[in-house]
């Protein structure tokens, strides 16, 4: 600026003194206020991080526990007692819905007065740890376990003893007699009166086994550290005659092994080989067969193998009589389902409900409850293009009538009252004007008839019904509607009475608002869908936050919240605080809606619908709420989620730059059968090739962090590695860190959280995070919400 510029001001030589001080102080007023200004806009700070510390789920328990009611019913009335835990303390409650009564369960202080005189220790009143408690249906007596020890207590007295009596053992017989366990390969019985021990088979032999699992490689390497045993996976009857088992064929199968670098205790690495079955694979068979226990008599099945498409083994269910036994069997890739019955006395098998699919049968939703002492069954179906209940007479296989239509979905049933001829479920779609995902309790007829809603108010409902059908727990909430717990009556629905509610107050103090439900359009520009928004406490509209998305598009669920304790207790708001906008959405191709929008995943996990639909969502909610800046998105996710991650990144180069991919399953080809095949379908095609993140690794642009634990036995960290391999051969850069000692997902590691914290602070918010900031977790607190 020239001395002639009629802007620039001139001064008296007089004056000129007193103006530069002016001026000086105008200046330095200013930067004062350009500093507090930037500091109030300034994110991915120290502050963030605390701040965000705070509302991690463990230390978010400091300040509010969330309503939770699990009802333990005395015998076959509908009395019942709950603990509610908080920090600091529980408490034990009896709950008569006849008189409409919440007392005491006993006296707290009478029982940690008679406690700590037998214990010699001292006990609080205010915060008795009594696990695994038994409550006798006349309220005379307890048992239960603390401190290591097992101890049964007089209520009227609180006098303790030592609890010598023996429980229900693995394996044993209903009438007590017989323990069935498995000795080098082979089933044995023990009797519990004589200790004489018997073997039912001979010939078992390694990988050719009676009675065990197909085991996970964290039971192979507890079992090799803590010394557990695996229980023999026996069925018995009723009256204890017989029982149903499996010899287990996984001769043939493929196998992963698992290196755990650093074991405990060891500086030699330790190997684990378990049975991991590809797509496309020979799969373990079990072979059915029953034994007489006074003969010893073997009857094997008259049916196939069943193929086992991952670990664990069949189930078996006998009716009341011990005549009959009822299990279900899946074609491969679930392209069928079938629902059996077995003669024990013969082994002869017949199919009494096949269905079959074009693409896929759900397990999820195809549920099956035998009812009417055997004679009737309850199956559910997506064959009208929506989940829904079917009655089905066991006896000749013939339909007897369809329960349950419309564009609505069956979720699951809760309870049958055969007695009144009655079936409560929980469904959800129905009622107009709702998120469809929010589920209700409806009850309808065994003919079909009289379909009756039962809970009303527009929230997602979880229940628990009496064993006498006369009333229900309801648990009820949303995102933005703190838990309410109420007993109601199971005829109408009509409230009886409070329970437990949800407190807020101290959490809104902090100023943490509600996460926000979105809705919106798909990429078709058609389809419905639903997202949800949680934004920092600090928030400020007149900011540009990048967006962070938690993603997970696997097809066997749906994963927005739809309850308060999901939408609050997750790390999504602590991801917020550091100064981000948060989102999840459910795209097509996930589950609670019709069959076409499932379909849109099959043999698409990673093909269009999917990604689309969320880019599309979050494009409309920037279009809303223009702070959100999408030319700064990133992303992560655990498993499918972790194959989300990279994949959006590969194949949306342009619009998702950052990402954190935890045990992510990459190549479909070297994950699990049971869940690709289904998803992908059978036999495996080019498809699998063509959406596996290894193929198009030379596509990745933006901004990586891989993790993977070592011990990842449901992902292999092979799945990881191959993905590096491919990265390395396509000289991508990226970051990577293995786990040692670290199963599926992030466990609940601190570190790993920073470090996911650190990756978005640097690369999306273009700040350097505090370094190495310690993430403090309130242990006792999160203690007290597992044992919740």
């Known amino acids: 600026m020239s001395s002639n510029d009629s802007s620039f001001p001139r001064f008296h030589p007089l004056f000129a003194c007193g103006r530069v001080v002016r001026l000086r102080a105008s200046v330095i007023f200013f930067s004062l206020l350009l500093l507090v200004s930037i500091s109030a806009f300034s994110q991915g700070t120290l502050d963030d991080y605390r701040r965000a510390q705070q509302f991690l789920p463990p230390n978010l328990q400091r300040i509010v526990t969330n309503a939770e009611v699990i009802p333990h019913f005395l015998g076959e009335t509908s009395r019942f007692w709950y603990r509610r835990s908080e920090h600091g303390g529980k408490q034990y409650f009896l709950v008569d819905p006849v008189t409409k009564t919440r007392t005491p369960l006993f006296d707290h202080a009478r029982l940690a007065t008679g406690l700590a005189r037998a214990a010699h220790r001292e006990y609080s009143p205010a915060n008795l740890a009594l696990d695994n408690l038994e409550v006798s249906a006349d309220l005379a007596t307890i048992r239960f376990e603390t401190d290591g020890g097992f101890w049964k207590c007089m209520l009227a007295t609180g006098e303790c003893t030592k609890d010598t009596a023996q429980g229900k053992k693995p394996g044993m017989s209903p009438d007590g007699a017989w323990i069935a366990f498995v000795r080098d390969y082979n089933l044995w019985l023990r009797s519990t009166l004589s200790g004489q021990e018997v073997a039912l088979t001979h010939d078992g032999e390694k990988d050719y086994d009676y009675a065990t699992e197909l085991p996970e490689g964290k039971f192979l390497i507890e079992q090799a550290s803590k010394g557990v045993v695996p229980p023999a996976q026996v069925f018995w009857s009723p009256d204890s005659t017989r029982l149903v088992t499996y010899r287990m064929d996984s001769r043939y199968a493929g196998r992963f092994t698992t290196i755990q670098s650093v074991p405990p205790g060891r500086l030699r690495p330790q190997a684990y080989t378990y049975v991991y079955q590809l797509p496309g694979e020979w799969l373990p068979r079990a072979e059915p067969l029953v034994f007489e226990v006074g003969s010893g008599k073997r009857i094997p099945l008259q049916t196939d193998p069943i193929e086992m498409e991952f670990q664990g083994g069949p189930s078996f269910e006998w009716t009341k009589d011990s005549q009959r036994i009822f299990f279900t069997t899946n074609g491969r890739a679930y392209k069928s389902s079938e629902f059996r019955e077995a003669n024990p006395a013969t082994g002869a098998t017949r199919v009494v409900v096949q269905e079959n699919a ?340 030379d596509k990745l642009q933006g901004k990586l962090l891989l993790i993977h634990g070592d011990l990842d036995d449901n992902v292999n960290p092979s799945a990881t590695l191959q993905l590096v391999d491919a990265l390395i051969k396509a000289n991508k850069d990226f970051d990577l860190l293995i786990v040692p000692n670290q199963y599926h997902g992030d466990g609940g590691a601190p570190y790993l959280w920073r470090r996911r914290w650190d990756f978005f602070v640097q690369h999306l918010l273009g700040v350097s995070p505090p370094k190495e900031f310690k993430i403090e977790i309130d242990n006792e607190a999160a203690r007290m919400a597992q044992q919740r």
């Open 358 to 697: 074009d693409t896929n049968i759900d397990p999820g939703a195809n549920f099956i409850q035998p009812i009417r002492d055997g004679s009737s069954l309850l199956w559910g179906s997506e064959r009208s293009g929506w989940n829904h209940m079917y009655l089905y007479d066991i006896r000749t296989g013939a339909l007897q009538a369809q329960l349950t239509s419309g564009n609505w979905v069956v979720h699951e049933i809760v309870q049958v009252d055969e007695k009144a001829g009655f079936v409560y479920f929980l469904a959800a779609g129905r009622e107009a004007g709702e998120d469809p995902y929010q589920t209700h309790l409806y009850r309808v007829g065994l003919d079909g008839r009289s379909l009756q809603l039962l809970t009303p108010e527009p929230a997602n409902h979880s229940v628990v019904m009496s064993p006498r059908h006369d009333c229900f727990i309801d648990s009820y909430s949303r995102p933005d509607l703190p838990t309410k717990v109420v007993l109601r009556s199971a005829s109408n629905g009509e409230e009886w009475m409070a329970l437990e509610e949800t407190d807020v107050n101290a959490l809104q103090k902090t100023g943490w608002r509600y996460p926000e439900s979105f809705r919106g359009k798909a990429a078709d520009q058609t389809t419905d869908l639903y997202g949800m928004i949680w934004r920092p406490s600090n928030f400020d509209s007149r900011k540009k936050y990048p967006v962070i998305e938690q993603i997970y598009t696997g097809p066997q669920g749906f994963f927005v919240p739809k309850m308060f304790g999901r939408g609050l207790f997750n790390s999504l708001q602590s991801t917020a605080e550091l100064g981000f906008i948060v989102v999840m959405i459910d795209g097509r191709g996930t589950a609670g809606r019709s069959k076409a929008f499932h379909d849109v995943s099959y043999k698409n996990l990673g093909g269009k619908g999917g990604i689309d639909d969320h880019i599309a969502m979050l494009r409309q909610m920037a279009a809303k709420y223009p702070y959100m800046d999408l030319a700064r998105v990133g992303l992560y996710g655990g498993s499918a989620g972790g194959y989300d991650t990279v994949h959006a990144m590969l194949t949306h180069p342009d619009f998702y730059k950052v990402g954190v991919s935890i045990s992510g399953n990459h190549d479909h080809r070297m994950d699990k059968a049971w869940w690709n095949e289904l998803w992908m379908g059978y036999p495996v095609g080019d498809h699998y090739r063509e959406q596996s993140n290894v193929t198009m690794a």
